[in-house]
Structure formats: C-alpha cells, structure tokens
Nanobody, 129 residues
C-alpha cells in the first residue's frame, strides 16, 4: 500500500493556474490524477508511468495540464493552466504498482478508476467564471 496526500487545490478565476502536489510514501510504477465533479463519474485527468515517462491526458485537458514527477522526493504534480469552470471538481491522486505501461498511459483507453488500488483524500479545485 502506498500512502498519498494531495495539496494545492483552491479557488481561482477562469484562465488562472493551480499546481496540485501529491506526496507519496514511495513511487509506484503508475501514478495519476483523477477528478470527480458532483453527480459525475470519477474520470482520469492525467497519468504517468514512472519507468518510461509515458503519459496520458484526457482530451479535455490536453495542452492545458501537465503531469510531472520528482521520483527522488516521491512527489507527483499536476500543473493546471487556463483553468475553466468545467474543471471544477475534487481532484484525487492515485497510484498502482500492478498496471503495465500501456494500461497506465492510456494505450487501451481512458484510465479506469477502479483499476487503481491507492488513493489520496482529494483536494478541491473550484474555478469561477
């Protein structure tokens, strides 16, 4: 089991930026960010396979969000630029040591939240228009 603690959420106006951080007890092979808005399914935002650096981005965030890691510090980040009201959600850090590079980086399709065994408590992001 890996312990995950998110931080960096907050309230911003549309067009603004936030950087989410996730502190992990260690760095599993696959880590990522998911989000869940009220009344909606939890969806994958961005994922990264540690060994290869392969990444996945949801179409809705491509070009605006960047996922990165500091493996030495066991940290995962999500830089969010050009935020939109539709980005408002609870953002969760997720990790799993059993996913392959292809499964982690979206080769088989959008990430599925129930494939991830470890979750943080979430951090709220609110974007006002």
């Amino acid at each position: 089991q890996v312990q995950l603690v998110e931080s960096g959420g907050g309230s911003v106006q549309a067009g603004g930026s936030l950087r989410l951080s996730c502190a992990a007890s260690y760095t599993p092979s696959c880590m990522g960010w998911f989000r869940q808005a009220p009344g909606k399914e939890r969806e994958g935002v961005a994922t990264r396979y540690t060994g290869t650096g392969d990444t996945y981005y949801a179409d809705s965030v491509k070009g605006r969000f960047t996922i990165s890691q500091d493996i030495v510090k066991n940290m995962l980040y999500l830089q969010m630029n050009g935020l939109k009201p539709e980005d408002t959600a609870m953002y969760y850090c997720a990790a799993d040591a059993g996913l392959s590079s292809k499964a982690c980086s979206g080769f088989y399709g959008d990430p599925i939240h129930f494939a991830y065994q470890n979750w943080g408590q979430g951090t709220q992001v609110t974007v006002s228009s």
